[in-house]
């Protein structure tokens, strides 16, 4: 489990390895050698017998990584074949090509030349293009790229074995989705069998078809994270610095090689820190928060005893469940440690929320859309921290954004995000045509700057982004019995419990997301939403051990 690191834009990457060329202290093909030697020692790790390999080179860097792995692999004892391009590429592309040039041809790379008959490879070296893809590929590539995508669709049972260098070629590492081609997931696109990137992961490893199309991701080190962190101090002393900021982006991404030479920060156990040994100033129950769910009227209550039960899990001193008085009676259900009072209209939510012990709010969840209209103004009006959920988000499109404040948590899926951000969603529905695409990323970024409130926006991979432009990604593809009914609710009664607590809001809904992944994660397939809240004390007792 890769968790907690950095995620850098392609923009921030290349700032980054120009100040460390700019220094001195390494060269650009010295960067290229260690690039091309970590990708090598994947494919020998991985297929430790010496096969036959075609290395696909493309027009810049990262074809010049290819030469270098074709020169590595041939040394180990591979039979190798390079594909490459007739131009001219940078200086320390063109000295690696001429270093392979002694070795072997270089034959054309065209879709003709990858399908000759009788050279079929073992292994398929994609370095055509990384990070500095630009627009969408043309011609023999284009058509080279269509080929191997077909190679590898939705349903093929098998990949073909394709190791990507640094990206899929024709992913854009920002976004995510491929220049050129439809948002959706087709048969067309190039999916890996591993991805080895260098220092970090970019975006678009861990949004839109990334993940799937990458396949392992593997992250190497080039040995520039010394110069990351030099940077980060710099700007701590508020030296001027040439580079841009590295984004405040943290991943939890499911990995399963890590090179021993890189350590990545465990958030985890920084949330079961914090989380379960209870860092409250009392071990009396207020100390802990009071998280106030608003529930709906009869045959509604389903969804808010979700969250108040997940809120009640996560830690949350109190609950109490608000639903109409006149549906008092079909909230009464377990679990018996929720506290119940009903709430008919907003005076008496005005009321009940002087009392200052009242930490947290939750509002959406089975609220029904005109008590969620009527309600939400005292609740924003009271500045507690609050998340908006479901039927609240359907409401706060009517009465528009105006009140949200920076303790509010938005969780819309892309359906309510839509509603809410229509010109965001349009951005996010366009062909990408040139790099760097606008991104989920992107997108929820605006949207909390807008709304001044953290928004988190659903999906495998979810973004969580505050309204000073600090954001984070959590991708969770590889628990997809997690979109089942009622699992949003729960995600909501998550957050209000951390909040209720007292942790920040951005903190709050990124551990909230790492929980809810955690808990499908630990139950497996089969899972319905009631079974998430079940999880929690089991996911700590793992943090714990
Ligand atoms: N910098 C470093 O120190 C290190 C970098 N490393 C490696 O370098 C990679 C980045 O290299 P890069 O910047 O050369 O970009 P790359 O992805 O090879 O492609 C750019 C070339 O393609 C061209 N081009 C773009 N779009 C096109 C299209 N649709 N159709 C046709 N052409 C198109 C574009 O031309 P232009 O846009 O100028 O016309 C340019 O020539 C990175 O991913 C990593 O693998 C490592 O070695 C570690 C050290
Ligand atoms: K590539």
């Given amino acids: 489990m890769l968790t907690g690191t950095e995620i850098l834009t392609t923009a921030q990457m290349r700032a980054i390895e120009s100040a460390a060329m700019a220094s001195g202290e390494v060269t650009g093909l010295q960067l290229m050698e260690r690039a091309g030697t970590a990708v090598a020692g994947q494919i020998r790790l991985r297929w430790p017998k010496p096969g036959r390999v075609t290395v696909l080179c493309g027009p810049g860097n990262n074809g010049g990584d290819g030469y270098v792995i074709a020169r590595l692999l041939h040394h180990a004892g591979w039979q190798v074949r390079v594909l490459g391009m007739d131009n001219s590429p940078g200086a320390d592309a063109a000295e690696v090509k001429r270093q392979w040039a ?51 669709g939705d349903w093929a049972y098998y990949r073909p074995r394709i190791v990507s260098v640094d990206c899929p070629s024709g992913l854009c590492l920002d976004s995510g989705f491929f220049l050129g081609q439809s948002r959706v997931a087709g048969d067309l696109e190039l999916r890996a069998v591993m991805t080895v990137a260098f220092d970090s992961p970019k975006p678009g490893h861990l949004l839109g078809l990334g993940p799937d199309c990458c396949g392992r991701l593997v992250i190497a080190d080039i040995g520039l994270a010394h110069w990351r962190v030099t940077q980060r101090r710099e700007i701590a002393d508020g030296k001027a610095l040439e580079v841009q900021r590295p984004a405040a982006l943290t991943a939890d991404w499911p990995i399963f090689d890590i090179p021993d030479n890189r350590r990545f920060a465990l958030a985890g156990k920084k949330q079961a820190e914090w989380l379960t040994k209870r860092h409250a100033t009392s071990d009396h129950k207020f100390g802990h928060g009071h998280a106030l769910v608003l529930a709906g009227g009869i045959a509604r209550g389903g969804a808010a005893r979700l969250a108040a039960r997940a809120a009640l899990r996560v830690g949350a001193g109190l609950v109490t469940l608000a639903p109409p008085r006149s549906a008092m009676i079909d909230h009464g259900g377990p679990p018996d440690a929720l506290m119940r009072r009903g709430i008919d209209d907003a005076a008496t939510l005005d009321d009940l929320l002087t009392d200052g012990r009242i930490t947290a709010l939750c509002i959406g969840p089975g609220c029904g859309i005109d008590r969620a209209t009527a309600l939400l103004p005292s609740l924003l009006k009271s500045k507690r921290p609050a998340v908006l959920d479901a039927d609240a988000l359907s409401a706060l ?45 992107d997108a929820a970024r605006e949207a909390a700057a807008r709304s001044g409130a953290v928004v988190l926006l659903k999906g495998p ?83 714990r051990a």
């Fill in 461 to 543: 991979d979810t973004v969580i982004a505050a309204p000073d432009g600090r954001a984070i990604i959590h991708s969770a593809f590889d628990v997809p019995w997690l979109a089942t009914a009622g699992s949003g609710d729960v995600l909501a009664g998550l957050i209000t419990g951390l909040l209720a607590r007292g942790l920040p809001p951005l903190d709050a809904a990124a551990t909230g997301a790492w929980l809810h992944a955690a808990a499908a994660r630990r139950f497996g397939p089969g899972l319905i939403a009631d079974d998430l809240p079940e999880q929690i004390p089991a996911v700590f007792r793992d943090l």
């Fill in 397 to 441: 499109a009517e009465i528009g954004l105006t009140d949200l404040h920076q303790g509010c948590v938005l969780t819309p899926h892309l359906g309510e995000f839509a509603r809410l951000f229509p010109d965001l969603t349009e951005r996010l529905g366009e062909k990408p045509r040139t790099g760097p695409a606008y991104s989920k990323l």
């Fill in 102 to 152: 002694k070795i072997g041809p270089i034959l054309p790379l065209t879709e003709a030349e990858l399908r000759r008959r009788g050279e079929s490879s073992d292994v398929y070296v994609d370095a055509i293009f990384g990070t500095g893809l630009t627009r969408a590929p043309q011609e023999d590539i284009a058509s080279i790229l269509l080929h191997m995508g077909g190679w590898g």
